[in-house]
DNA sequence: TCATTTTTTGAATCAGGTTCAATATTTGCA
DNA sequence: TGCAAATATTGAACCTGATTCAAAAAATGA
């Protein structure tokens, strides 16, 4: 009898319909205001039924983390899977965190949170386990890419690892999602449109890589024709009118 | 009578024992683990005394991140005050940030933490603006030292303001500060040593930039020569034994 | 010295996450 | 199909810890 599996799926269909509520109650009023009753209640059951899938609060933030990542790992996937030019793969995975962010705005904003060690450490370790496990995939792209390029003659490894090289390029992205999410710091000075100047940075740390072929981010005709290139080829489904300004 | 004067002191002073303690408890048991009663108890104080200083425990973490950006600040203006070309002061600033959190190891987990929406927001205004006021100076360092560089011809600026051109390096940076404390991602990919690396890629980085005079990062040892040099010159007091390994 | 103002106190209140005994449902078997 | 055992759901009670605020203490100043 299939009882046995169709039990697991129904779990795993309320798990999702559970994390689906979670984050639009997110969306709608905010991390600050989430509670587990009314998760709970707006899926009708009680709340005890909630913490049959999830230890505690931290780890419901946790599981919707990894399950936007999970997403996120789809959009890098695309990029994997592209034909082009290893540099132009590498923006590209720039260009895609900027769609995703776009996309789901409150992504980083919540990875942020659940990064940290309040939280991250009330999550319970499976959850942990499995969080790290579906980030992963993104390590292994950016791995192969580089890696990929180094065999080419695109860039020289200088005997660093493939990860090492590329670090720099993770932590810009990761930074400049905080930035975006660090109520009033980019207002303070007066910086607009942080995800555009991001995309230049990367394609200047690309150039001190020394990676060939080697771009004028400076060229702001080029820039966007750049982008759109990428949008087009990798994600037309949803940024036609994006990156138009 | 400087009676007026003299409470108005004692109080600074005395917010300044709780900042102190509240951040003792943090270092001790984790950021978890704080107790508004227990930070009051500590200085000998009931809880309710401890409210005439932060609105709310938020307030008082945005608070102890501020008092810690002071001194970051601090670190920062050592290095605006070194007499040496440009891209060296540019670059001393990485290295200072890496000395800040060698340091004062919990703060860039705190300030992770407290630019996060459910913190920031729980904050009180007034302490909002307080903490974005003192981190301000480390914006017009670095925009002092582009605009000079600029103006030197050490980089071109192709029509970006001074901030423009450097939040690359400051996405970087901040993206590092929070990778290394996102538990287990760096361990994921056996990454190791993690401040150093975010050095080389500053330096690609700037070599990205065209910002004289270029340098190879990629060259061990002089690597290690210029991070001692910045140490020795700016930080003698606290790492002498840190970047030989 | 004492009425008034200011400050401190900590027990009471409150919010919301978490638990678990009671209840309902499903399963497996005769 | 009926029924005992196993499994799942429920939500009110519990608990922790932040926050409040009436009462008490201390400072002020005339």
Redesign the interface.
């Known amino acids: 009898m299939g009882t046995r599996e169709r039990k697991r799926r129904e779990f795993a269909e309320r798990e999702h319909r559970f994390l689906d509520a979670a984050r639009d109650q997110i969306c709608q009023d ?3 205001a989430l509670q587990m009753a009314k998760v709970a209640r707006s899926c009708d059951y009680a709340t005890g039924t909630l913490y049959q899938h999830f230890a505690s609060k931290e780890d419901l933030l946790v599981a919707i983390c990894a399950e936007m990542a999970q997403t996120r790992v789809e959009f890098f996937q695309r990029v994997a899977n592209w034909k082009a030019p290893t540099r132009d793969k590498m923006f590209a995975l720039a260009v895609a965190d900027m769609l995703f962010a776009h996309r789901y705005p409150e992504h980083f ?1 919540l990875s ?2 659940v ?4 939280i ?3 999550a319970s370790p499976e959850r ?1 386990r499995n969080t ?1 496990e579906v ?2 995939p993104m ?1 292994l792209i950016v ?1 192969d890419i580089v890696a990929e390029a180094v065999a080419n003659g695109d860039v020289q490894d ?3 690892t493939p ?2 090289l590329s ?2 390029q ?7 999602h ?2 975006v ?5 980019l207002d ?2 007066e ?1 607009k449109d ?1 995800y555009r ?2 995309l ?10 020394q990676w060939r072929p080697l771009f004028d981010p ?1 060229d702001e005709p080029a820039m966007s024709e750049k982008i759109n290139h990428v949008c087009n080829a990798l994600f037309g489904d949803m940024c036609t009118a994006k990156e138009q300004r």
Chains 1, 2 share one sequence.
């Open positions: 905010g991390l600050l904003r942020q949170f990064f940290t060690e309040v991250w450490e009330a942990r790290l980030c992963k390590g791995h200088h005997g660093r990860l090492e670090i720099g993770w932590t810009m992205t990761l930074g400049m905080n930035l999410h660090a109520e009033g710091v303070l000075y910086l942080p100047m991001m230049t940075q990367i394609q200047l740390l690309l150039n001190g890589l400076f």
